[in-house]
């Protein structure tokens, strides 16, 4: 069992940074791979990024387009936690902000069907 709590949610203006964080319980946290995705008032959840395990304990990270150059994902296993790093945030970037976690290992690391565990959600709010 993991359980995921994010903080770092709030509002900014338009092109502003905030940090989200998710700490996770659970001693098997590295061998997890975590998820962000988020929710806007009327939407679907959308995939926002990842970070994942591969061969030779490398991390691959993957984001959806609308997020590239702009988002960073990174983990920090000895404390069990994981970040999204978001710069210049723009009024569509405007939704409550899940994190997950999963053991699935294939492709569809974007689907959030795949993910066994998540977090409560933290609301980002930019404003124009």
């Known amino acids: 069992q993991v359980q995921l709590v994010e903080s770092g949610g709030g509002l900014v203006q338009a092109g502003g940074s905030l940090r989200l964080s998710c700490a996770a319980s659970?001693?098997?946290?590295?061998?997890?791979?975590m998820g962000w995705f988020r929710q806007a008032p009327g939407k679907e959840r959308e995939f926002v990024a990842t970070t994942r395990w591969s061969a030779g304990s490398i991390y691959y990270a993957d984001y959806v387009d609308s997020v590239k150059a702009r988002f960073t994902i990174s983990r920090d296993n000895a404390k069990n936690t994981v970040y999204l790093q978001m710069n210049s945030l723009k009024p569509e970037d405007t939704a409550v902000y899940y994190c997950?976690?999963?053991?699935?290992?294939?492709?569809?690391?974007?689907?959030?069907?795949?993910?066994?565990?998540w977090g409560q959600g933290t609301q980002v709010t930019v404003s124009s």
């Open positions: 997950a976690a999963t053991k699935y290992s294939g492709s569809y690391y974007y689907d959030g069907s795949r993910y066994e565990y």
């Open positions: 659970g001693r098997t946290f590295s061998s997890y791979a």
